[in-house]
């Protein structure tokens, strides 16, 4: 049951609110549920003081350098990705992390506003970082102290988007930024940002892509399969059970890389599972839950798409690009789309 408030954020850092949607204990019982019925979905990996502090560890490592590469090509087209934004919008990024590619955006959007009002000395934006951390959420607004907006953070779930929305002044430019998109089954993202998103608001998001069918293919898979095996992410991927209990000689991780059908034909997904090796026990909150030798906890996912996959499924959804752009290897993309008007 989701339960909503506002907190105050941060002595001396100015009028800023964080709003509770999703709360420590609301987490805690989702945790409780999953575990109990042999599901942990990714978004539990990244909750409390631990997981934020894993989260920024992997994106550091050197095998693991996903969220990077894609701050890295937002940076080189910045300039160029800015000129399609509108003054005036608000910003609002799900999955925000520790704000570090929100506050390159931002930056750029203020310079825009600016220029094109100098003598106000003030710009038209409000900025809602959104994060089921609250610990990320609390780092966001402090990486933005200095600018000239608005900002209210959110701590919530992207799925609740019709109770996020809410709180956030149209029209906005809605983010999904360091791969967060490839995490859900695609037709179910953005049909639920679809419907959210009223006609003068943007779509702006990024993929680590698989690139085109051919001769590269083969080796991009078997770098996919090392990036998201490594030590490091699956140390990640681990840190839940071993948080409430478990030793790591109780289990063990295993990645695969599987064929998916769709309506547009095959795709990538990987598929993880955590593999009990003896009986055990871990407690979560007040509530225990015993596991046997040979049980199998299901995890999250990570689809890796071509680009003309990802085009494919923004069209069948209902949306128009406005542009993209892609790195030299083509493994890399950030897009910005509207929905379309159908006639």
């Known amino acids: ?89 608000s910003l609002v990024s799900v999955g925000v992390g520790n704000g570090e590619k929100e506050r390159i955006f931002l930056e750029a959007l203020v310079k825009k506003n600016l220029a094109e009002n100098p003598t106000s000395g003030k710009v038209s934006i409000r900025y809602y970082p959104i994060d089921i951390n609250g610990e990320f959420v609390d780092i966001a607004l402090e990486k933005v102290d200095n600018l000239p907006i608005e900002k209210e953070g959110i701590v919530g779930f992207l799925e609740d988007m019709a109770i996020l929305k809410k709180n956030w002044r149209l029209p906005v430019l809605f983010c999904i930024l360091g791969n967060t998109f490839c995490n859900y089954e695609p037709e179910f993202i953005l049909q639920l940002v679809h419907e959210n998103l009223e006609q003068g608001d943007l779509f702006f998001f990024d993929a680590n892509l698989l690139p085109t069918e051919g001769s590269d293919a083969q080796s991009a898979r078997k770098s996919v399969l090392g990036t998201y095996a490594s030590r490091e992410n699956a140390l990640f991927n681990m ?101 379309r008007i159908e006639k």
Request: charged share 25%.
């Open 239 to 339: 840190y839940p059970l071993l948080q409430y209990g478990m030793a790591p000689e109780d289990f063990d991780f295993e990645l695969l890389l599987a064929h998916i059908n769709s309506r547009i034909g095959t795709v990538y997904r990987t598929r993880k599972s955590l593999y009990i090796l003896k009986n055990t026990e871990l407690t979560v909150g007040t509530e225990t839950i015993g596991f046997r030798e040979g049980d199998v906890i299901n995890m999250g996912f990570t689809y890796k798409y071509t680009y003309d996959q990802i085009t494919a499924f923004l069209d069948i959804c209902g949306f128009e690009i406005l542009k993209t752009f892609l790195s030299e290897d083509c493994t890399n993309a950030v897009v910005l789309a509207k929905k």
């Open 1 to 89: 049951m989701n339960s909503t408030g506002k907190v105050g954020f941060g002595q001396g850092s100015g009028n800023k609110e964080k709003i509770v949607v999703t709360s420590k204990e609301d987490i805690e019982g989702r945790l409780y549920e999953c575990l109990k019925n042999h599901e942990l979905p990714d978004y539990l990996l990244y909750t409390d003081t631990g997981g934020a502090k894993n989260w920024l560890k992997l994106d550091g490592s050197e095998t693991f350098p996903v969220a990077r590469k894609l701050k890295v090509l937002l940076e080189k087209n910045l300039d160029s990705i800015v000129r399609f934004i509108p003054t005036g919008m």
